[in-house]
Each structure stands twice: as structure tokens, then as C-alpha cells.
């Protein structure tokens, strides 16, 4: 575990905190699709991920559900330091996107090293900055750009997640990460393999 924090960390955090990290962080290892946190949760450790992607998304009233922001390997998740800091329960949906590697920390570690290692309060700024900047962005999409856009954003975003151009997923799971129908975005698919720029396979989209 060691290992895996200098790769992921070691740039951030002196040699004293990644020791104490390795000391007190509890390693967990989550299948793909998986959850992570549920709504209505309280939190009581946030995540620093050492391994592959989680989704990050915020339920409706109606159960549906918005795609906020990913967080990979060297994150973590803004949301969850909110309610760990805040004794509040959560209001996201944390789903594992591909099979994950996590080191929980305890919130009495994270108020700690606040005041202890100025590595650690920039890197908990910096996180809170990103996620945000990234949750801009969704809004963003959502307001000013059309449903073809959104979707070949998403495509772009899978892309560099999954590292392929080939993307395992289903029409119903892009439609409920993008807020919309299926029958929306199976016509949108369809319109972008007629201009090429996909194909359309069983199991998979193909970006071409």
C-alpha cells in the first residue's frame, strides 16, 4: 500500500504524512458498479483513490439521477469532505465506474493534519476547487449546450476515463447519467454512427 501512496501522493504529501496515511488509512477494494455512498448516509472516512474512477452523482426527488464529476486516482471527493466535516448525512450517489482501489481516512485525521501539514490543507483546498470547477462545468452543459452536445462530452469524458475507444455501457446507463430518456439518447447514437462518428456494437459504443 505503501507503493501505491508515493506513486499517487508522493508528490503532494511530505514523506512524515504519507507514513501517517499509511498507518491509519483503511485500504478498500471495490468491484466496478459498486456502491460507494448512498444518499442519506453519514460519512465517516473520505476516500483518497488509489486506483480507477468513481461517479459522483445527485439524485432527484423522482429518483433520477445527474452525473456531477468523476474523481480518479490522486482525488478525492469535495462532497464527501463536506459531510465528514459537517457530521451531515449525504446527498450524493458515489458509484465505483471501473474496479477501484480506496484508502479511507477518519475524520479526526483530517481536522488533524489541517493543522499539522500545510501539504494536506492545500491539498484539500486545491480538491474543493477542482470538483467544484468540474460541477461549474456540468451546469454549464446542462444550461447552454443542446443534448448532442452533452452526449459527445460524455463520449469525450468516457474516453479519457476508461483509457479506450471502446465504451461498455448501455443506452439506459448514459441516459440516466445525462438526466434524459433512453429513446433520446438511442436516437442521438444512431444519428452519430449515420455521420460516422461512432459504431454501434452489442455491448459497446466504438468512437471513431
Request: glycine content about 4%.
Amino acid at each position: 500500500m505503501i507503493e501505491d501512496l508515493k506513486k499517487n501522493y508522493g508528490s503532494l504529501f511530505e514523506p512524515a504524512l504519507i507514513d501517517e496515511i499509511n498507518k491509519v488509512g483503511l485500504l478498500l477494494e471495490v468491484p466496478e458498479g459498486e456502491d460507494l455512498i448512498r444518499p442519506g448516509q453519514y460519512i465517516k472516512s473520505m476516500p483518497l483513490l488509489l486506483s480507477g474512477s468513481i461517479k459522483i452523482m445527485r439524485p432527484d426527488s423522482e429518483g433520477d439521477e445527474l452525473l456531477l464529476y468523476h474523481i480518479e486516482k490522486g482525488d478525492t471527493c469535495a462532497m464527501t469532505m463536506t459531510c465528514c466535516l459537517g457530521h451531515t448525512k449525504s446527498e450524493i450517489h458515489a458509484v465505483a465506474e471501473t474496479s477501484a482501489k480506496l484508502l479511507m481516512i477518519p475524520i479526526a485525521k483530517m481536522e488533524e493534519w489541517s493543522s499539522t501539514y500545510k501539504s494536506w490543507r492545500n491539498f484539500v483546498f486545491n480538491s474543493y476547487h477542482a470538483r467544484m470547477m468540474e460541477m461549474l462545468e456540468s451546469i454549464d452543459n446542462i444550461a447552454f449546450n443542446n443534448m448532442d452536445e452533452r452526449l459527445e462530452n460524455y463520449l469525450d469524458q468516457k474516453i479519457k476515463i476508461l483509457n479506450s475507444k471502446h465504451i461498455y455501457t448501455t443506452h439506459k446507463d448514459i441516459a440516466s447519467d445525462l438526466h434524459t430518456s433512453r429513446v433520446v439518447i438511442s436516437r442521438l447514437l444512431k444519428k452519430m454512427e449515420k455521420d460516422h462518428k461512432i459504431k454501434l456494437h452489442r455491448s459497446f459504443v466504438e468512437v471513431l
